[in-house]
């Protein structure tokens, strides 16, 4: 469970920190608890726990706090090892960087085909994909996939990446921010060159998000050169982006019409049968054991696209986490706001007796007895009120609950007291407390 929702932190925090500070003090950190509500973080030095305290903490409690639906908090610890695991693993990260290998592909291993489920809405898309990914540059070059934020773009993207590189085969995966971003910083540093040569050798480039280019023309001369001699070499060129080619206003006409060149599929929110595919698979993923009615509540309940239906998934695995309950209904009704968490209690006979016994120091056995000492009585007619005013109960009832009276009683019980309550202060202030007390019972 820790780990579902670190994880899930950890992809929200992706988007939303600068990537130099995601990768220096996100990544290497490790969650290791999951309790009360405090995430525990374990973190490689003394260092990193201040800088990530003061600059971060918010950040963090507050994604988590997003994330599982409650009010959480981050405890962070100090382990040396990470440290040691860090530095071990910084020379392998500087050479997968000098050889071009992409952040993005490289940390989604579990975006690959096996995990993505098929349905109407995306299938042409999947199958455009999966046929890049074992032939590359025979078919559909470029390939071109558009649709709306959360469907699978980046997904079968990254799937194509895994694909190939388990195949050996040497590919290219860049954002198209990353694209723009590295080429600025060539540009700077008067290093075109070595930019240029890192897109040469390589069989298959795949820009994510090619919507980033819009408006930048440095950017698209330069990508448009890049473009040109890959296809030109029979390389094979995948691009994503959340508009179609025609949609896209700021591209140069050449650039546009050349993502137009090949096939351009789109990808659509999942129709009824995808959705419910999807609740099963992420459900699944997650580890959820669910019972009766809770694919069905997850199916219907609001969300656009697969990251919000994720969301919700891990909201509801963190919530039966916490509270140690199994995954049902009501836990998924609570665990999404659907209802109120303390569902309203019906208000009983029982209750309202316990209650005028408290307050008029009666027992039950007299307010159910043949007594009439005015306390019994009048406490006797004050619960037949409430019971009156605050169940569903016949008057029927509510004489043979107490001591098996008349209907007429009760009647004669309910005129009683509306009478007294006019004029006596005090048991408008017993009545009214005892209404309170009723109305609001823990
Ligand atoms: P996009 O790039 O289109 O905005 P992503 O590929 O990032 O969307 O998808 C968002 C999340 O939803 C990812 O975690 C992805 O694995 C998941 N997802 C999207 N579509 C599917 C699918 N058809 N099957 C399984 N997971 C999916
Ligand atoms: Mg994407």
């Given at each position: 469970m820790v780990d579902a929702i670190w994880s899930k932190v950890k992809q929200e925090l992706r988007g939303r920190l600068a990537q130099r500070h995601y990768e220096a003090w996100i990544e290497p950190a490790r969650a290791v608890a999951w309790s009360d509500n405090v995430l525990t973080l374990e973190v490689p030095s003394p260092f990193a726990r201040e800088f990530v305290r003061r600059h971060l903490g918010d950040e963090i409690e507050r994604t988590l706090g997003a994330v599982t639906g409650v009010v959480a908090g981050v405890e962070l610890l100090v382990n040396r090892a990470l440290e040691?695991?860090?530095?071990?693993?910084?020379?392998?990260?500087?050479?997968?960087?000098?050889?071009?290998?992409?952040?993005?592909?490289?940390?989604?291993?579990?975006?690959?085909?096996?995990?993505?489920?098929?349905?109407?809405?995306?299938?042409m898309a999947y199958r455009a994909a999966h046929a890049v990914a074992t032939e590359p540059g025979v078919r559909f070059n470029p390939l071109f996939i558009h649709g709306g934020v959360g469907l699978g773009k980046t997904h079968l993207l990254a799937a194509v990446a895994n694909g190939l590189r388990a195949g050996g085969r040497p590919v290219q995966y860049v954002s198209g921010e990353a694209f723009v971003n590295e080429m600025i910083a060539a540009l700077r540093r008067d290093r075109m060159e070595d930019f240029r040569r890192r897109f040469r050798g390589i069989e298959t480039l795949i820009v994510d998000d090619v919507q980033f280019f819009a408006g930048k023309e440095r950017s698209q001369a330069e990508f448009t050169h890049t473009f040109n001699s890959l296809h030109?070499?029979?390389?094979?060129?995948?691009?994503?982006?959340?508009?179609?080619?025609?949609?896209?206003?700021?591209?140069?006409?050449?650039?546009?019409?050349?993502?137009?060149?090949?096939?351009?599929?789109?990808?659509?929110?999942?129709?009824?049968?995808?959705?419910?595919?999807?609740v099963q698979q992420k459900l699944a993923a997650a580890g959820v054991e669910s019972e009766e009615g809770v694919l069905e509540l997850l199916v219907h309940h609001w969300w656009e696209n697969v990251r919000e239906l994720e969301g919700l998934v891990t909201r509801v695995a963190a919530f039966a986490s916490i509270t140690g309950r199994s995954v049902n209904r009501v836990l998924v009704e609570e665990a999404l706001?659907?209802?109120?968490?303390?569902?309203?209690?019906?208000?009983?006979?029982?209750?309202?007796?316990?209650?005028?016994?408290?307050?008029?120091?009666?027992?039950?056995?007299?307010?159910?007895?043949?007594?009439?000492?005015?306390?019994?009585?009048?406490?006797?007619?004050?619960?037949?009120?409430?019971?009156?005013?605050?169940?569903d109960r016949t008057l029927v009832a509510i004489g043979q609950a107490f001591g098996g009276r008349d209907h007429t009683t009760v009647v004669h019980a309910l005129s009683a007291i509306e009478r007294r309550l006019r004029e006596d202060e005090r048991l408008r202030d017993a009545v009214r407390s005892l209404q309170n007390r009723l109305t609001h019972r823990e």
């Open positions: 040691e695991r860090g530095k071990t693993s910084r020379p392998r990260r500087a050479r997968a960087e000098r050889e071009g290998a992409a952040p993005d592909a490289n940390g989604a291993p579990d975006y690959t085909f096996d995990s993505f489920v098929v349905g109407q809405s995306n299938v030109q070499n029979g390389k094979q060129i995948v691009l994503a982006s959340d508009r179609a080619p025609e949609q896209m206003s700021g591209l140069e006409v050449a650039l546009r019409n050349r993502f137009a060149s090949g096939l351009t599929v789109d990808v659509v929110p999942p129709d009824a049968e995808l959705r419910d595919a999807l706001g659907m209802t109120a968490r303390r569902p309203p209690q019906r208000i009983t006979i029982e209750a309202v007796t316990s209650l005028v016994c408290e307050q008029f120091s009666v027992t039950r056995e007299e307010l159910e007895s043949a007594r009439r000492t005015a306390r019994i009585a009048l406490s006797r007619q004050v619960a037949m009120y409430l019971c009156r005013h605050h169940t």
